[in-house]
């Protein structure tokens, strides 16, 4: 069984900054890419950033210089900083991992979603 458990998020005024966090739980072997999607009402859940392993990063173009992600791989969390908010970026946003469990079977799993409101 493995979980994904988020925290952070919540509401803030438009230029202002947020961060969301996600740790991984469970019977977890060893985890390659993690990161973080995003899915706003009326439209389909996009990719936000993504880190692997061994540190590489990708971004939407919408949030490059932004949005910062990091990963512990000790403690299996990813966490994303989010500064210069803006409406748009209102969303459902959903820690996301790409986990290798102890019985040695891959599969991606999802957290539970967490809200990002930006408004003034």
């Known amino acids: 069984q493995v979980q994904l458990v988020e925290s952070g998020g919540g509401s803030v005024q438009p230029g202002g900054s947020l961060s969301l966090s996600c740790a991984a739980s469970?019977?977890?072997?060893?985890?390659?890419?993690m990161g973080w999607y995003r899915q706003a009402p009326g439209k389909e859940r996009e990719l936000v950033a993504t880190?692997?392993?061994?540190?590489?990063?990708n971004s939407a173009d919408s949030v490059k210089g932004r949005f910062t992600i990091s990963r512990d791989n000790a403690l299996n969390t990813v966490h994303m900083q989010m500064n210069s908010l803006k409406p748009e970026d209102t969303a459902v946003y959903y820690c996301?991992?790409?986990?290798?469990?102890?019985?040695?079977?891959?599969?991606?799993?999802w957290g539970q979603g967490t809200q990002v409101t930006v408004s003034a």
């Open positions: 996301n991992a790409y986990i290798h469990t102890d019985s040695r079977v891959w599969g991606v799993y």
């Open positions: 469970g019977s977890i072997f060893s985890i390659n890419a």
């Open positions: 880190i692997t392993s061994d540190g590489s990063t």
